[in-house]
């Protein structure tokens, strides 16, 4: 006989937002059943965010022209209309709100190695900026799978949440009330210097199975913002910094129980 279920909610649909909403659930104890066809998580958990599922599809497309030569296809050099990756809204936005739905996100992500933990410092409402909060959480979420991904067992990812150094900021009206840098630092062996050139261009990658798209939609989210992509590598690790723009005007919200300073996650 079939097995009948008792349950207080259902799920149909294990996307990113499905899987959160069913995971904070069973974590106050609710019954919950979670549906979904496909692979659970998602495109964002299983191949990376970008803004639109449009642009995976297209993606994967490009991607077979790329890898068409070894079926004795001749075809051009494909191409992504990167414009698409804009900011569709703006609003005003906690960064650490931002930053702490990107850690959840990534360590939940299937292809994230066991043992490593990330420390994240980030302070509620103190950093706010202007943009779309979609876009923003899918690049950092970018970097720290990224990150994650190239630091072996037993080590820590870092992210901190900063002002902007002055040498960090472009001179003109863009940054006239400062900047704020969130800066993802990995326990990696470094990036050879020879690729860090060619590390943001479309369908480069040095993972298996890789798109290539990750970084390169990265640094189109963040120029649509405005801001500026900083690299730091060397045998310690690599270190890639975002600066945006800072608001220091805003309309106070209410506290929603982002990460408290120095929490480290597993």
Same mark, same amino acid.
């Given at each position: 006989m079939p097995e009948i279920l008792e349950t207080d909610i259902c799920v149909i649909g294990a996307g990113s937002g499905g899987l959160s909403v069913a995971a904070a659930a069973a974590g106050f104890g609710v019954p919950v059943v979670l549906i979904e066809k496909g692979k659970m998580g998602g495109d964002c958990l299983n191949y990376g965010c970008v803004p639109s599922k449009a642009l995976i599809a297209a993606a994967r497309r490009a991607a077979d022209f790329a890898t068409s030569a070894e079926f004795g296809v001749s075809a051009g050099k494909p191409t992504i209309d990167f414009a698409r990756v804009r900011v569709a809204?703006?609003?005003q936005i906690d960064v650490a709100e931002v930053v702490a739905g990107a850690v959840r996100l990534a360590l939940a992500h299937p292809d994230r190695p066991e043992g490593v933990s990330v420390s994240c410092v980030a302070k509620e409402g103190e950093f706010i900026v202007e943009g779309d909060d979609d876009l923003l959480h899918? @690049?950092?979420f970018?970097?720290?799978?990224n990150a994650l991904q190239a630091s072996p067992e037993g080590s820590e990812v870092q992210l901190e949440v900063t002002a902007a150094r002055p040498d960090q900021l472009d001179f003109g009206p863009t940054f006239a009330e400062g900047g704020v840098a969130i800066s993802v630092l990995d326990a990696g062996? !470094?990036?050879?210097?020879s690729i860090r050139d060619r590390l943001f261009d479309p369908f480069f990658t040095?993972?298996? !199975? !890789?798109s290539g798209l990750g970084l @390169?939609?990265?640094h189109r989210a963040i120029d649509a913002h405005r801001g500026l992509v900083f690299l730091d590598s060397g045998s310690a !690790?690599?270190?890639f910094t975002v600066v945006l723009p800072r608001l220091s005007?805003?309309?106070r919200r209410l506290p929603v129980g982002s990460l408290s300073p120095a929490t480290v996650l597993t």
């Open positions: 809204r703006r609003e899918r @690049a950092v970018n970097l720290l799978l062996p !470094g990036i050879l210097p040095t993972k298996q !199975g !890789g @390169a939609v990265v !690790g690599t270190r005007h805003l309309v």
